[in-house]
């Protein structure tokens, strides 16, 4: 599975960015669920949010309740992350993440990462 991270870039305190993930070159076993992870510099890499497979539940970090939505897209076999309300805080690499499952072994899949900078 390869993981393929748009979206970053750079906005204003108080703005919103989308980022996406998309996943390609077929799975060997079925994707358990995809998310969302990011690493500030000199912060440690920590969930963002969380998805299960066709979007059915959901897990958001409380740093980012209510502001950030995960979704599933099912056409590009991938997910989309709104940030809204974004802080300096957020400001981090963005990395994509998706784990095949095969009964109790999980495989995780990294994207190359996506920067995301707020200025204040």
């Known amino acids: 599975v390869q993981l393929v991270e748009s979206g970053g870039g750079w906005v204003q305190a108080g703005g919103s960015m989308n980022l996406s993930c998309a996943a390609s070159?077929?799975?060997?076993?079925?994707?358990?669920?995809m998310a969302w992870y990011r690493q500030a510099p000199g912060s440690q890499h920590e969930v963002v949010a969380r998805i299960t497979s066709g979007g059915g539940l959901t897990y958001y970090a409380d740093s980012v309740k209510d502001r950030f939505i995960i979704s599933w897209d099912n056409a590009k076999n991938g997910i989309h992350l709104q940030m809204n309300s974004l802080t300096p805080e957020d400001t981090a690499i963005y990395y994509c993440n998706a784990v095949e499952s095969l009964g109790t072994d999980y495989f995780p899949h990294w994207g190359q990462g996506t920067q995301v900078t707020v200025s204040s």
């Open positions: 070159g077929g799975s060997s076993f079925p994707i358990h669920f």
